[in-house]
């Protein structure tokens, strides 16, 4: 493949920065911006300010304010936050046609096609930066690299306000000495995992051979290590409007602690199910075939699949055929992380609604919908989930005292 120009854009404490830049009273003070609703109760992120505290996303709001008694604390609005990024992508799409939004502030621009037009690449992340601290008044780091996870690093490495140029030549130097947890891919499993081997760095990754990574962590996730410490990344820049329509849809969930009780697996899996159904109804698409993944405490996988003569759509329903394929299985070890998904989708065969119990089942399932996207998620779910506190946490379910 001809070598790429990939440019990655992340805002900086961005749900702080959004807030401060809407209330001038905020600027250049530690601010802390906690979930709504089921989450009050932990950080989502901190401004610059509060992190030189100590703070960090995911603290308990009474223990940041123990480090930092000062901050201001501010309940978010993550539809806001949707809506100026979406003006931020306004602004790097008139650099790229390609261009994927990646989360809520974070998105990749491939630029091999057009920087030359703008005075290349580094002169177009110093424009766009500066557009959107004027425009916006926020502030955003910016990432240039041969790929997506090179790009992605070189965005984290000088915030808030940084543009990172890492060039094909410079890629093996600069993953020479970085911890392994700083790429994008290598999450607290797998760093403790190799950790426990001995290897803290992605240079030391790289001298372990692929064979071995595979040995140690099965095909998939062996090779996608060996290519990750090496920088290797084909994944192109995927356009909003060019992705192909989703072929199937899951979710996963890593336990907090490794299980072998089925009851924890099983109220995981309706967690899971119920989401799944809903992304389903929201995309109008049903699928026959159930997948049900769990993943061992020593990395093996065990995957098992179910197809049926009808599609489904509900979230209870796919977790049934969750529950039957679980049913049939002795469990070797204790399992770290679960997973269901639903393949074989269709976006002409709804679920079947003429059958009458399933007509008022489908009237129930739109209504439970209409009232989770008007008040948000989870505002009506499956009561089961309320007895379970892996689920609880997976889905921030809070249990009210009736
Ligand atoms: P990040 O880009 O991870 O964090 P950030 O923009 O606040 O800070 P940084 O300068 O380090 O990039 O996440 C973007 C937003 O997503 C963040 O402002 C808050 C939200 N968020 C959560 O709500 N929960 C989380 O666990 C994380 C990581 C982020
Ligand atoms: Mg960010």
């Not at 992508?89 to 008139?94: D, H, N, S």
């Not at 939004?101 to 974070?106: A, L, M, T």
């Not at 007509?359 to 505002?379: H, K, M, P, Q, Y």
Request: net charge positive.
């Amino acid at each position: 493949m001809a070598e790429r120009i990939i440019l990655h854009l992340d805002m900086d404490a961005f749900f702080a920065s959004v807030e401060s830049a809407a209330n001038p009273w905020l600027r250049g003070k530690p601010v802390f911006v906690c979930g709504n609703r089921h989450s009050r109760t932990v950080v989502a992120t901190a401004s610059y300010e509060a992190r030189a505290f100590g703070v960090r996303t995911g603290m308990a709001i009474h223990e940041a304010l123990a480090l930092c008694p000062s901050a201001i604390v501010v309940e978010g609005s993550p539809a806001k936050y949707a809506d100026v990024f979406q003006q931020v992508t306004q602004m790097m799409g008139r650099y790229s046609p390609t261009l994927e939004v990646y989360s809520i502030d974070e998105a990749f621009l491939d630029l091999t096609a057009t920087a030359e037009r703008f005075g290349g690449s580094l002169a177009i992340a110093r424009v766009l930066q500066e557009e959107v601290r004027t425009r916006l008044g926020l502030p955003c780091s910016i990432g240039l690299g041969p790929n997506k996870l090179i790009a992605k690093l070189a965005s984290s490495m000088k915030k808030p306000n940084g543009i990172t140029e890492i060039r094909a030549d410079e890629v093996q130097g600069v993953l020479a000495d970085l911890p392994i947890e700083e790429l994008c891919g290598i999450g607290p499993a797998f760093q403790a995992a190799l950790n426990a081997r001995g290897i803290t760095t992605c240079g030391e990754l790289a001298q372990v051979s692929p064979e071995r990574l595979i040995a140690w962590f099965g095909s998939c996730a062996g090779r996608q290590l060996a290519r990750l410490a090496r920088g290797i990344d084909e994944r192109p820049v995927v356009a909003g409007d060019q992705a192909p329509a989703a072929q199937s849809m899951g979710h996963l969930h890593t336990l907090s602690r490794d299980t072998d009780d089925p009851a924890v697996i099983r109220a995981v899996l309706l967690a899971l199910s119920e989401k799944v159904g809903r992304r389903l109804r929201a995309d109008g698409a049903a699928g026959r075939t159930v997948t049900v993944t769990l993943r061992y405490r020593d990395f093996t996988t065990y995957s098992r699949a179910r197809t049926l003569d009808r599609f489904l759509d509900d979230g209870y329903d796919i977790y049934d055929t969750g529950r039957r394929i679980l049913g049939r299985l002795r469990l070797s070890q204790p399992v770290r992380m679960v997973g269901i998904s639903v393949s074989g989708l269709s976006r002409e065969m709804r679920q079947q609604w003429w059958l009458p119990e399933v007509a008022r089942r489908s009237r129930l399932v739109a209504s439970c919908d209409r009232i989770n996207d008007r008040f948000g998620e989870a505002t009506v779910s499956p009561a089961t989930l309320l007895y379970d506190p892996e689920a609880r946490q997976h889905y921030q379910l809070k249990r009210y005292p009736f």
